[in-house]
């Protein structure tokens, strides 16, 4: 007879791709939030009760209350993101809890999707398809909706790790200067001629269009206050694929609302999703739910390069995309 294999317990706190639950379930004893609803710390401490394995999303907060209650069981907590500023590292590693992510697999998805948020700010993608939707569409005419071309523009990405780099590739495709802030420069070869400023008040000054694309962190709350959207170039773009957190809505909405800034795109919020509702009253804000690594094969890859990572330590081998330990 063979000898039976104990599965590991998991508890997936958000639906997932079809392919990769199907991986999750032939791998662990797994339990499903079936509604696929936002989970309190309290109920992921419910849930998880007895688990090996947390499987979170950046929806979910990981806090150090939750990580002492479950730490009895849990080894692994594997996060559908890049981004880990909703998990306590701290508590992780105090108790031993390996934290798994998701980068790499994302990257060009997220910088489409940075893209999309430049191209419909610039060219007034809101309101352009407003128009045609609402019938109010009269005709062609020499002065309607005109946005800002992003040929010639320098861009400043805040931001030049994975994702920024595949924004600055994009960015060069269609024409615009490339800058970037980071706290050190990039090896030369990484930097591809784009140029470095060590100082992000004055990487602001040149900034036409601005994409904020550093990981989330608390201490980067409302970097981006009135302050600095006051150095940024008359009429430049803020695009935002980051954390809302690092911008002071307020500041932002103000300027966008005084035509200080051309216009915005906002892929995240501050509290999402219940996000500030005067950027709804804002003809010159493009707006999307958090899709920057919502595309099919993205998802699958991000699902199985836990799944892979889990597997490597189960195996007692150290995978890449351990943060942690
Ligand atoms: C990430 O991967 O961090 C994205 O923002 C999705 O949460």
Redo the contacts with the bound molecule.
């Keep these: 007879m063979e000898p039976s294999v104990t599965k590991p317990k998991a508890f997936l706190c958000r639906r997932f791709t079809k392919n990769v639950e199907t991986a999750m379930r032939a791998r662990y004893d797994l339990r499903v939030n079936e509604n696929d609803s936002i989970l309190s710390p309290d109920q992921i401490i419910q849930n998880t009760q007895g688990c090996e394995i947390l499987f979170a ?3 979910e907060r990981i806090t150090d209350h939750v990580l002492r209650e479950l730490a009895p069981t849990l080894r692994y907590v594997a ?6 500023d909703h998990i306590h590292m701290a508590a992780a590693q105090d108790l031993d809890i390996g934290i798994l ?2 980068p790499d697999v ?1 990257s060009d998805a ?1 910088a489409e999707i940075a893209m999309m948020l430049m191209l419909n700010a610039c060219r007034r993608g809101h309101e352009a398809d407003s128009m045609v939707r609402s019938g109010s569409w009269t005709g062609w005419s020499p002065t309607q909706l005109l946005g800002t071309g992003l040929k010639g523009k320098r861009v400043l990405v805040f931001g030049m790790g994975r994702i920024g780099r595949e924004i600055a590739v994009r960015a060069r495709a269609f024409g615009m200067e490339i800058h970037y802030h980071n706290r050190r420069p990039l090896s030369p070869e990484l930097a591809a001629n784009a140029t470095y400023h060590a100082n992000l008040d004055d990487a602001l000054k040149v900034a036409d269009v601005l994409v904020i694309a550093v ?2 962190a608390p201490q980067l709350k409302g970097i981006i206050n009135a302050q600095r959207l006051a150095l940024l170039p008359e009429r430049a773009v803020l695009v935002n ?3 809302g957190e690092l911008v002071d809505d307020d500041a932002l909405i103000t300027a966008l609302a005084t035509g200080r800034l051309f216009a915005a795109g906002l892929d ?1 919020f501050a509290n999402e999703p219940d996000i500030d509702p005067r950027y709804r009253e804002l003809d010159n804000v493009f707006l999307s739910p ?1 899709l ?2 919502a595309t099919q094969e993205t998802r699958d890859a ?1 699902g199985w390069l836990l799944i892979n990572g889990l597997d490597a330590l189960y195996q007692g081998t150290r995978p890449d995309n351990l943060l942690n330990n």
């Design positions: 999303s950046a929806t996060t559908l993101s890049v981004g880990y992510h998701t994302l997220c990981p989330g694929i980051s954390r995240v958090h920057g690594s991000m």
